[in-house]
T-cell receptor
Framework: EDQVTQSPEALRLQEGESSSLNCSYT??????LFWYRQDPGKGPEFLFT???AGEEKEKERLKATLTKKESFLHITAPKPEDSATYLC?????????FGAGTTVTVRA | KAGVTQTPRYLIKTRGQQVTLSCSPI?????VSWYQQTPGQGLQFLFE???????NKGNFPGRFSGRQFSNSRSEMNVSTLELGDSALYLC?????????????FGPGTRLTVL
């Protein structure tokens, strides 16, 4: 069974303090690794898809990277509006398997 | 364009009752997936429908069922509710089945079972 583990569970950052979130996974035949952002009371919002080791994607202050066993989401110089829960998911045979998420709080 | 809509947004039921949740996908999207989100288990896949056919199903008991209509709208039904069914139920739509790169989530239905 596909498994996704995210760490840390929670992260408190000062505005401008860069950090990284980790997503470790085991899957038979990775068809894609996905990062989502979820705000309280809302559904997840798609951020990135990574398909192969070595791939990187960037969007504003976020950068996602992928290796054969894990993915990192780097947050550079975060702002308070980056506060959210970040979810990682892997697509194996036919479905997405999600991690428990990392809740990021950025203080001004 | 309008996003994925789910109704109702909040629901309170008692154990043993049944419930039906509704999901209207983005116009033109023919695939609808359902997920259950709880603090303990996170987001878990329930099932996926495409062109009125269930394509895939997650590891949930038979009390959880769904269907999709010809206009791509989907409903999810849970019978004989248990306390553990309290969760946020999310649906997501995409143009084609399995295309999670272009999958958009609705705001969810918060179900509380008393």
């Amino acid at each position: 069974e596909d498994q996704v583990t995210q760490s840390p569970e929670a992260l408190r950052l000062q505005e401008g303090e860069s950090s990284s979130l980790n997503c470790s996974y085991t899957v038979s035949g990775l068809r894609g690794l996905f990062w989502y952002r979820q705000d309280p009371g809302k559904g997840p919002e798609f951020l990135f898809t990574l398909y192969s080791a070595g791939e990187e994607k960037e969007k504003e202050r976020l950068k996602a990277t992928l290796t054969k066993k894990e993915s990192f989401l780097h947050i550079t110089a975060p702002k308070p509006e980056d506060s959210a829960t970040y979810l990682c998911a892997v697509q194996g045979d036919y479905k997405l398997s999600f991690g428990a998420g990392t809740t990021v709080t950025v203080r001004a | 364009k309008a996003g994925v809509t789910q109704t109702p947004r909040y629901l309170i039921k008692t154990r043993g009752q049944q419930v039906t949740l509704s999901c209207s996908p983005i116009s033109g999207h023919r695939s609808v997936s359902w997920y259950q989100q709880t603090p303990g288990q996170g987001l878990q896949f329930l099932f996926e429908y495409f062109s009125e056919t269930q394509r895939n199903k997650g590891n949930f008991p038979g009390r959880f069922s769904g269907r999709q209509f010809s206009n791509s709208r989907s409903e999810m039904n849970v019978s004989t509710l248990e306390l553990g069914d309290s969760a946020l139920y999310l649906c997501a739509s995409s143009l084609v089945a399995g295309d999670y790169n272009e999958q958009f989530f609705g705001p969810g239905t918060r179900l509380t079972v008393l």
